[in-house]
């Protein structure tokens, strides 16, 4: 589908510079949104190409996607019926270029077909660069694993890994805007390598990306006041700020504790241990009569802590993994609200300076006010993902810490008396 955008006012072209003079009202076919500097190429309806301004188009109606709805909490994304999730599992090494060239492949299973698609995790990163380049400025995309060299092979990496890409690909199917994308429906569903390449190359071609995505989002309601606007950015900076030192408090806490749990603690219990059962041997060569019920005891106590010592090196894998995984996904996630954020803040500053600009030349009464809507929706945009983002996070956090808290209990449960 090709993106049709409409002009908002007239632009002049400056000879020799490849622009296209365009008209109020004229709609325009986007050809290639990759210019960069605030530009698009173009091509109106007798053919003639050239670049035009970013600021001075709109997406036609008619090419617009039903993102927005207002709900209880105010603005929201618009969830799809059928909720979908996926499941990524059977890794499996492949190879190519006769052997020289090794790889893992995984299975990635969606709920909506039930049917398996293999994926490399280069195929996860074109993936991620495409929802970054696509959504980007309004949705928050966190990042995938990290890449890694050495030992890409190793079982223990493979299984950490697909764990991280499970969680990865879960988020977004839980995000309703990303999981109804052309792209993400190609990466779960394609049916044959011909439909795969064909898609992907549709997706590198998409000019519905970056900025242009606000225009795309018609949220039906009242235009927002300024100051509203303003207020309603100051309170996610601030918020988003202090999630993100909470969450990286306690992934500093939990992996200190994870490393004594694992390292000096158990080794300690198991010295106590051993210390009891020697002391024991010690008691029993006294050859008198009366030692056993103490050295009995003693023994009893030393391998009691052995077994203590055992119990504490595993149980950070049975409950804190979990807090701190979940963690790792909230630290990646709130990574991305500051660029978010900043884009929002650029266009604040702006409308805050359109009376100057109109007093100075620089635009026109008309132009101040599209870029007062243009910041009203972006706003609702805003909105949207933070509603999305603290029902997530009211989800998460409650079931992850009771399953933390379970395996607490449990933990305390099974020491010996």
Not at 187 to 212: I, N, S
Not at 375 to 383: A, D, E, F, R
Request: proline content about 4%.
């Amino acid at each position: 589908v090709v993106l049709q955008v409409q002009v908002l006012y007239d632009f002049e072209a400056e000879p020799g510079n490849n622009e296209l003079t365009v008209r109020e009202g004229e709609t325009l076919s986007v050809l290639n949104q990759q210019v960069g500097g605030g530009w698009i190429e173009a091509q109106n309806s007798r053919g003639q190409t050239g670049l035009v301004p970013v600021d001075y188009l709109q997406v036609c109606l008619s090419t617009c996607l039903s993102y927005l709805s207002m709900g209880e909490v105010g603005p929201v994304w618009l969830y799809p019926q059928s909720p979908l999730d996926c499941e990524v599992t059977d890794p499996k090494k492949g190879s190519k270029m006769y052997g020289l060239k090794s790889y893992i492949e995984y299975q990635v299973i969606p709920t909506s077909t039930q049917r398996p698609v293999n994926h490399r995790y280069k195929h996860f990163d074109w993936l991620y660069e495409r929802l970054l380049e696509k959504f980007g400025s309004a949705i928050a995309i966190p990042g995938l694993p990290d890449k890694q060299v050495t030992g890409r092979f190793e079982e223990q990496f493979i299984r950490g890994r697909m764990e991280r890409l499970q969680g990865w690909m879960r988020r977004m199917c839980r995000h309703p805007v990303v999981c109804q994308s052309h792209v993400f429906t190609l990466f779960l569903t394609y049916q044959d390598q011909k439909e795969w390449k064909l898609g992907k190359r549709r997706a590198e071609r998409d000019v519905a990306v970056g900025q242009m995505i606000f225009s795309l989002m018609d949220p039906e309601a009242p235009e927002m006041d300024s100051v509203e606007v303003d207020q309603k950015y100051e309170q996610y900076s601030r918020f988003t700020k202090a999630m993100d030192d909470g969450v990286k408090e306690l992934l500093g806490v939990g992996q200190t504790h994870w490393k004594r749990c694992t390292g000096p603690l158990p080794k300690e219990y198991q010295r106590i241990g051993e210390a009891f059962i020697n002391l024991s041997t010690v008691f029993s060569s006294s050859g008198y009569q009366g030692e056993s019920t103490l050295t009995d005891a003693l023994t009893s106590a030393g391998t009691i802590y052995q077994e203590v010592a055992e119990i504490v090196a595993e149980q950070p894998k049975r409950d804190l993994h979990f807090l701190l995984e979940t963690n790792r996904e909230y630290k990646g996630l709130l990574g991305c609200f500051p660029e978010t954020l900043a884009v929002h803040k650029a266009a604040i500053e702006k409308v805050k300076d359109g009376d100057k600009m109109v007093a100075a030349g620089r635009i026109s009464t008309q132009e101040k006010t599209t870029m007062k809507q243009r910041l009203s929706c972006m706003s609702y945009s805003l909105q949207a993902e933070m509603n999305h983002f603290h029902s997530n996070r009211i989800y998460d956090y409650n079931r992850v810490m009771q399953l933390y808290l379970e395996g607490q209990v449990k933990f305390y449960e099974e020491v010996p008396l």
